[in-house]
Structure formats: structure tokens, C-alpha cells
């Protein structure tokens, strides 16, 4: 045997699907997938969804999720094939040589537990110490993964304690029991990126104290350019290149990666603001329940034809204040005035034409549809509601709607359902441009896609605002996506407006602490971003 | 202020408070609206009426109905249940061994059916969609099924009659000892644990199953836990709120339901002391013993709510 911690040969994974209206089908997932982890090696694994990269990982733990198989191949942990051992061993092996860190931790710690208990419960469990010694190393782990007050933080229940935070103490947990290799599959996704950075920097410190070896799987390329030394990128479960990291994001040699280590290419020229903004959002204060306010004295004006993105982590009021412009929550202070007039504060008492010129596109794209109508049916219903639309008039506009949206009539009669997560979001659009508004509230319309996905969105809607002269709203956490379409733009946190101007004022320096601590979090892809941007740091995130 | 929890929980009992008033008032008005008139029906179809005038009278019939009412209700709250028109004797007296008894039977089957049935969801759970978790679904549900007066007369002829184990009638006084007293229940017993089992069973899998869909639960498999540790450790600490919902109604079932079991097995309990009264048009026992009843259902799941707030480690742990 070669000194490999982890070899995969030639891994194929399949899984049975349930497609609406038709037989189940199986389909196969990974295609011979190969791979090889020295000890103490990180390998990235890119890919955007469904490339198989979790699975992947997963397969390492010979663990298949939800249906998911493994048909074909081996997998060596240490030596032997961890495939053919049995439920017994693969406990074994489990939580003791192997060990995972999810996506979001929030969800994977048992709300009815401490955290320390938690923690500790692997190693305990495979008789590797003493309570007294897990916990004292827990502790340990704590301190040096930078959580606040380390001795006592495992009393605590996961509720108690922040997202980015839960993920450094399941970092914590996966540590613990000192395994062979860690899993992580997208640690800091969910994260803001002012919160990403610290557990970023975290994971990478305790990878490189320990020794461990790790897997580390994300559709973000900036990110896993910081921590790993190789990367394997995956396209529809098959390897499209594997090299260094440095080979990938300088010379990657085939089209996709290439195109991958581009995304956000898009440029727009920032457009002069003009005198008679169509929305002017006026002083605004607005509080849920009454108590805590979580808009503070708010203004900022949108212009006809140009967008205004909102920038924030979560819990700075970035979709609080689309929810009183749209009236669902009227404020408690100010006005917005929309094209000339004011605007009723709460919704049930706006006109049809108020409400027609003021749409909405939202971050969820399949549950914003019903799922029981078809896309012609979601188009059509606004055309019918505001325009009076029927027949042959309606179905003409449906279609023209949908080659805006660069669709096309074919799929006029398809259920969301059978879309892929770009498209829904493109119907989204097309819903909202039916009503011909004015302006669309974009609320992270682009989060929950996939690089090159959104890279399609933004410039879908980029030509759609020279067409139809329409503003836009574009609420986001991403500066990325920010830097790439916005004419102005309004930083905020904890409520408060902290920047706000044209794009060119708002990203040229001096900058105040927070727009830089947001700024310098982007993650860029170049070797030894991370280190340099943590030298500098002038302020914590909210988020800790 | 004091806790979070100690509010939610002084809230609930005052809802429940709130809640046994206004059930007093239906079993009132309930009651009232009842054909035929008790000062009647009390001296027979043949009495004068000046008679029947005289007893009106003399029972307070002829007041308001809420005068009535409120007099009742003070002297329910003085622990004082009125005197049975029947026979003229204490309620409050003639209740409490019946009551005694229908508590003894009902906690006898809650202690039998309630880990039994919290066991066998956890066993189907393990064992899901194989043949365990069928077996256990499929005869749960067949007795669910069943009526219990079916289900206990087909016990009373093969185990009583044909083998003679346990009596057919569930007849307890004074001077049993305990162990006379449980052989003279058994087969009531069985027959209420069949009946509540089914239900409690389904939820426990149910509400465990719901749970095992969670993040944490893989986690728990990736940290290479038994099954059993997982669910026991897991899954079932997070499924308790449901479950103890679900066991409290069926409790309360125990206590309030089981008239026909009583009846089948003469059993000297409320449910037979109810139906007795019922049909000698005895209206204060009647209102009595609706009235417990109902103070049952209220205080179960009152303790229901309690359990799932307390078992809420948001709650119980606040930020």
C-alpha cells in the first residue's frame, strides 16, 4: 500500500430520482471519480450543485445521503476498503478516523444538548479518553479556534450562540476526537463574508496546527485557494481538472475551470444620478413588535432606469427596509415617495396601479412560484390582474416575456418543478416584468445560485433594465454582485445607513471601518489573501 | 421578573382555570336545556301537583337558572358537589370511591400502556418498514380497530371463561389486598391498553420519525453512534413534546372514556356510578361527575403544555 491516508479508485455514485408524472429512474450521480489525500494534505473540492462534490466527500465516510448509492469502486481509509466493511466497522471508523463538518451548523447541533456535551460525545464514545481530558482538549480547541470565553462556551446551547460561531465549535467537534481526516462540506456558505473570514481563519489554523488531513468541498473558488494545497474541480460528477492551487487559479487548463476562476466578469457603467429620483425613501425609522428598532432614520433615493444596491450582513435591515417600501411593514417614522406621490404606509390600502408599478423578485425562486401552475400560467396571472389580458392577446405577451428572458415558448407548459435553479429565477423575472413596473425590489435574487448561474442573472437583468428602463432595488450581501451592476449604493448596519452614495464615491477610499472590514472580507483569489487581509483588520463583524 | 417559563407556565394554569369555569357553565346550561323536570320525575308520573310544586320549592327550582348556577358553583368550590336527588346522600361521598377506583384502574393501564407504547414506536422506528414496525403497526391498528366492548368480551370468554385466569368481573372492595385487587382488573386493563396503545405507538413513531429527518441526526451517524444511541440520545429528547401530547389525551381517555369498560367488567368506578344516575334523571350527580371529567381533561393537558414548554431548551435556556 502507498502511504495514502485516503484513495478513491474509480468511485461511481447513483441514486433513484421520482421525476413528476414518470417512472423512477436511476441515474448515476459521480462518474469515476479518483482520488488520493497524503496525510495531512488538504484537497479543495469545487463545483457548482450537482457536481457531486458532497457526495463525494460523503463517500469517504462510506455514507450515501437520502437515497443516495455508492455502485461502484473503492474507497481506502488507511488501507482498507472502507466500502466493504460492515455497519460495525463503519462505526469504527466514523467519528474516530473520519470526521465531518456540514454546511450549516445551526442545523446540525441537537437543540436539546449543550454544546460541550456534543463536542465531546466521539471521543467518549470510542473510548479515546476521559471525560475530564475530552473536555479539557475541547477547551483547548475552543481558545485556539478564537471562540469567546472558551471555558465556558460548551454550557451553552446551540441556540445560544451565533451561526459563526456554531461553526467554529463544529470545527471543534470534528477535532476532538483527533481523526485522520476532516470533511468539511461548504463550512462557511452560509455565512456573512465578514463572519466567513474568522472561521475561514480558523479552520486553516487548526488544520495546520493539527496536522490533519482534509477534504474541503465548496462552489466557491476564492474561498478554497486560502486552505487547500490541491484542487479536484467536478462538473456533473465528472473530474474536469485536478492540480495545485496555484496551477488551478493561474494557468487552469481546461475551459471550464477557466471560466469558473473569471465568474463576476460583468462590468456596467455607473449612470449619473438625475434630479427626480422615482422612488425617494425619506428618513425612514421601522421596528417589528414595536421594541427594537431595526431601521434607523433611513433615506436613500432610486433613480429611473439605474439601481440601487443595499449592502449588509444579516441583521442590518437590508430586507426590512424592501418590506416598507413595499408596505408590508409600515414604518413608524418617514415617508416614501414613489414617482412624484407619497405612498400609503401599509399595503391592503395601495392602489392596483401602485402596486403593479412596485414588484417584487425574491431569493427563494421555488417557493416564490406555486408549484401546481405552469410557467405560462405564473407569467400570465399578473397580465390578466393588471392589464385585463385573456387568449390569444395574453399567451402572444407570455411569449415575448419569455424570450426576454431567453427561454422561449417551449416552455410555456413546463411546472417549476421540471426547471432547473437559474431558470426559476428567470421566470421570477418575468413575472415581475410583466406588471411593466417601474421598479423591482431584488432581494438576494442571485444567493442561492450557483456562480455562473447568477453570472447569467445580473446580466439578464442588466439588459433588461436598457430595454424596459426599469429601476432596481438589489438587496445583497455579496460586494461582488454589488461592484458589478450597481449605479449607487447603501451600506448598512445594525439599521443604520453607514455609506451611501454613488458607486464610484462609495468604493473609492477613505473608507469608514465598516464598509472596509466589508470590502477587504470578499474572499480574492490569489494565494495568501487570507493572511493579508487579517494583518490589516480595523473592526470585528457583527456576526461575532 | 421571575423566569420566562414560570410565566408560560402561570399562564397556562390560568387558561386552564379559565377554561374549567367555562366548561362549568356548559355542563350547567347542558343540564338545564334536558327534557323533563326533575321535582317530576323524582315523585313519579302519579304525584299531585301540589306535591311536585312543593318539592320545586324546596329544591330551589323555581329561582333563576344563574342563581342557580352560581349557587352550585360556590358550593363545588366549598368542595361540597350537592346531594343526590336519588337517594339523598352526599355527592361529594358517593364520588370518592367511585372516583378512587376509576383512578386505580386508569393509572394501572397508563403504567402498563405508556411505557409499552413509547417502547414498541421506539422499536419501530429502529426497525422501520421491516417486518418489526409491521407487526407492531399491524396489530396496533387491528385493536385500535376493534370495539373495545368487542375486544372484551372475546377476552372474558377465552381467557375468563375458557381458561380460566383472571375473573370476568371486576368486582373490588375494602378488604382485598393489593394483589387481589390487580387480579380482579387485569382484564380491564388489558383491554383499555389495547385500545390506548395503537394511538400512542403511531405518534411516538411518528413524531421520532419527524425528528430523524434532521441535520443532527446525520451528524450523530457520521460521529459513527449506534442506531439506538442515536435515537434514544438524539432524536427522542427532541420528540417529547409531541409524544407527551398524545399520552395526556390518551391519560385522560383512561380516566373519562372508560364507561364502557366498567360497564363490560361491573366495574365500581365513575363510569358506571355516571350511567346509573343518568338514567334515574339524578341531575346534581350527573352535573358532578361531568364536572370532574372535565377538571381531568383540563389538569392533563394543562400538564401536556407544561412538559412541552419545559421540555424546550429555547425556553428553558433563554439567550
Known amino acids: 500500500m502507498s502511504d495514502n491516508l485516503l484513495e478513491i479508485k474509480n468511485l461511481k455514485i447513483g441514486a433513484t430520482v421520482y421525476p413528476p408524472g414518470e417512472k423512477p429512474q436511476d441515474i448515476t450521480i459521480v462518474h469515476d471519480v479518483s482520488l488520493n489525500l497524503k496525510k495531512g494534505q488538504v484537497m479543495g473540492l469545487i463545483g457548482e450543485s450537482g457536481a457531486g462534490k458532497s457526495t463525494i466527500g460523503l463517500s469517504s465516510m462510506s455514507y450515501g445521503r437520502g437515497g443516495v448509492e455508492i455502485t461502484g469502486g473503492e474507497v481506502f481509509v488507511n488501507g482498507r476498503d472502507i466500502l466493504k466493511i460492515q455497519a460495525h466497522g463503519l462505526r469504527e471508523l466514523r467519528g474516530r478516523e473520519v470526521t465531518y463538518v456540514s454546511q450549516s451548523a445551526a442545523a446540525s447541533f441537537n437543540p436539546a444538548m449543550r454544546l460541550m456535551d456534543q463536542v465531546v460525545e466521539t471521543t467518549l464514545l470510542h473510548g479515546l479518553s476521559s471525560k475530564t481530558q475530552a473536555e479539557e482538549r475541547a477547551i483547548e480547541l475552543f481558545r485556539s479556534l478564537g471562540l469567546p470565553d472558551p471555558e465556558n462556551i460548551g454550557n451553552r446551547y446551540p441556540h445560544q450562540v451565533s451561526g459563526g460561531q456554531l461553526q467554529r465549535v463544529m470545527t471543534a467537534m470534528a477535532l476532538c476526537p483527533k481523526p485522520d481526516l476532516i470533511v468539511f462540506d461548504e463550512p462557511t456558505t452560509a455565512l456573512d463574508v465578514t463572519t466567513q473570514i474568522d472561521v475561514l481563519a480558523a479552520i486553516k489554523k487548526a488544520i495546520r496546527d493539527t496536522g490533519v488531513a482534509a477534504l474541503y468541498i465548496t462552489h466557491d473558488l476564492a474561498v478554497v485557494a486560502q486552505v487547500s494545497d490541491e484542487i479536484l474541480v467536478l462538473r456533473h460528477g465528472n473530474m474536469v481538472e485536478h492540480g495545485t492551487v496555484q496551477q488551478i487559479i493561474e494557468e487552469p487548463k481546461e475551459a471550464y475551470t477557466q471560466e469558473l476562476v473569471k465568474a463576476h466578469s460583468i462590468t456596467h457603467e455607473e449612470k449619473k444620478p438625475t434630479d427626480n429620483p422615482i422612488l425617494r425613501v425619506e428618513n425612514i425609522t421601522a421596528s417589528y413588535a414595536g421594541t427594537i428598532k431595526v431601521l434607523k432614520d433611513v433615506s436613500v433615493d432610486i433613480h429611473a432606469g439605474q439601481t440601487l444596491a443595499v449592502v449588509g450582513e444579516s441583521g442590518s435591515g437590508k430586507s426590512t427596509l424592501a418590506r416598507v417600501i413595499t408596505g408590508l411593514l409600515p414604518p413608524s417614522e418617514g415617508r416614501i415617495i414613489f414617482d412624484g406621490k407619497e405612498l400609503t404606509p401599509a399595503l391592503p390600502n395601495r392602489s392596483l396601479d401602485d402596486l403593479r408599478e412596485l414588484q417584487m423578485i425574491y431569493q427563494m425562486a421555488d417557493v416564490a412560484m406555486n408549484p401546481r401552475q405552469t410557467v405560462g400560467q405564473i407569467i400570465g396571472r399578473p397580465l390578466e390582474l393588471y392589464f385585463g389580458m385573456k387568449g390569444a392577446e395574453k399567451r402572444k405577451r407570455i411569449i415575448e416575456l419569455l424570450d426576454e428572458i431567453e427561454m422561449g415558448e417551449k416552455f410555456i407548459d413546463r411546472y417549476p418543478a421540471e426547471l432547473s435553479g437559474g431558470q426559476k429565477q428567470r421566470v421570477c423575472i418575468a413575472r415581475s416584468l410583466a406588471a411593466k413596473p417601474k421598479l423591482i425590489i431584488c432581494d438576494e435574487v442571485t444567493s442561492a445560485l450557483d456562480p455562473l448561474v447568477a453570472d447569467g442573472i445580473l446580466k439578464l437583468l442588466l439588459d433588461l433594465q436598457k430595454i424596459e428602463n426599469v429601476a432596481y432595488l438589489f438587496i445583497t450581501h455579496d460586494l461582488a454582485t454589488v461592484k458589478s451592476i450597481s449605479d449607487s449604493i447603501a451600506v448598512m448596519y445594525l439599521g443604520e445607513l453607514v455609506r451611501y452614495g454613488t458607486k464610484s464615491e462609495v468604493l473609492s477610499p477613505p473608507f469608514d471601518d465598516y464598509t472596509d472590514l466589508l470590502l477587504s472580507s470578499v474572499p480574492e483569489m490569489k494565494l495568501g489573501w487570507l493572511e493579508e487581509v487579517l494583518a490589516h483588520r480595523k473592526m470585528e463583524s457583527a456576526g461575532n | ?319
Not at chain 2, 446525520?218 to 427522542?236: C, D, M, S
Open chain 2, 1 to 319: 421578573m421571575g423566569h420566562p417559563i414560570l410565566n408560560l407556565v402561570a399562564q397556562r394554569i390560568a387558561l386552564g382555570l379559565l377554561l374549567l369555569f367555562l366548561a362549568s357553565g356548559l355542563i350547567f346550561i347542558g343540564t338545564q336545556i334536558l327534557p323533563g323536570d326533575v321535582a317530576q320525575s323524582i315523585l313519579g308520573q302519579s304525584a299531585t301537583p301540589e306535591a311536585v310544586a312543593n318539592l320545586r320549592k324546596e329544591l330551589g327550582l323555581n329561582d333563576p337558572a344563574y342563581v342557580r348556577y352560581f349557587k352550585w358553583l360556590s358550593g363545588v368550590l366549598q368542595g361540597d358537589l350537592g346531594t343526590a336527588l336519588s337517594n339523598g346522600k352526599s355527592i361529594a361521598e358517593g364520588i370518592s370511591t367511585r372516583l378512587k377506583n376509576t383512578l386505580f384502574l386508569a393509572s394501572w393501564a397508563a403504567a402498563l400502556s405508556v411505557p409499552l407504547a413509547v417502547v414498541l414506536g421506539l422499536l419501530a422506528v429502529q426497525y422501520r418498514n421491516r417486518w418489526p414496525d409491521k407487526l407492531i403497526s399491524g396489530i396496533s391498528l387491528a385493536s385500535i380497530s376493534l370495539p373495545e366492548f368487542f375486544i372484551g368480551y372475546l377476552l372474558i370468554y377465552f381467557v375468563s371463561v375458557q381458561l380460566g385466569w383472571f375473573p370476568s368481573v371486576a368486582i373490588l372492595n375494602e378488604t382485598m389486598s393489593l394483589g387481589e385487587k390487580l387480579n380482579a382488573i387485569t382484564l380491564p386493563v388489558v383491554v383499555l391498553t389495547m385500545v390506548v396503545l395503537a394511538h400512542m405507538m403511531r405518534m411516538t413513531r411518528a413524531a421520532i420519525l419527524n425528528v430523524m429527518q434532521s441535520a443532527y441526526i446525520e451528524t450523530a451517524e457520521l460521529k459513527g453512534l449506534n442506531p439506538f444511541t442515536v435515537i434514544r440520545k438524539h432524536a427522542f429528547p427532541n420528540a417529547i413534546a409531541p409524544i407527551v401530547n398524545v399520552v395526556m389525551i390518551n391519560l385522560a381517555y383512561l380516566v373519562v372514556g372508560v364507561v364502557i369498560v366498567e360497564v363490560i367488567f361491573v366495574y365500581p368506578g365513575m363510569g358506571q356510578y355516571l350511567v346509573d344516575h343518568v338514567s334515574k334523571r339524578d341531575v346534581p350527580v350527573v352535573q358532578a361527575c361531568a364536572l370532574i371529567f372535565a377538571s381531568v381533561y383540563i389538569s392533563l393537558n394543562i400538564i401536556a403544555d407544561i412538559v412541552s414548554i419545559v421540555a424546550n431548551p429555547r425556553l428553558r435556556h433563554p439567550k
